[in-house]
């Protein structure tokens, strides 16, 4: 694609056959980006491990979105049902070119606002850009009927993880 410009559309599209393997080569630079904040190293291949990524494309209850900016890939979004009946985002992840242009704002909400419902989403604290982004998302879609919690996070995890920050509001209420 060519430049960057702030008319392209943003569209979110389920990430099945041909458009799997954006979201596992975007993968790649979101394990990337989240090892400073996780400590995850790659392994021998240079490849960095995301184990539980081929459960969004197979597993039902759970989905891989591709986030188009234009007709060029621009990130992912992995969801899943969490056991209390939320939708949870797993991940989002929007490449560095199109940060701060509102492209992961766009296609947040359009996510939430598209799925009336209860959703729960995690992030680490320690990465503050992930903390001011969500909060900012959630106040956005649902104003100040939200709220935050603390838990640790799902075992297996390696060790001195620091706890996961919640935030769960409804877009259905």
Known sequence: MGPITDSAPITLRPASGELRSSVEQLAQLYRHDISEFLGHLP?????????????????????????????????????????????SISA??????????????????????????????????????AARFWRGIATAAVGSAWHEETRPVPPPTPENLPDDHWIFLNTGA
């Open 43 to 87: 392994a021998a291949d240079g490849r960095f491990g995301f184990s539980s990524l081929p459960l969004f494309f197979d597993e039902p209850g759970r989905e891989a979105l591709l986030i188009q900016y234009g007709t060029t890939p621009g990130g992912f979004i992995l969801t899943r049902t969490t056991l209390e009946g939320e939708t």
């Open 92 to 129: 989002f992840f929007v490449v560095r070119a199109l940060r701060r242009r509102g492209v992961g704002r766009q296609a947040a909400l359009h996510l939430l606002r598209s799925r009336p419902g209860a959703w729960a989403i995690a992030f680490q604290e320690a990465n503050a850009g």
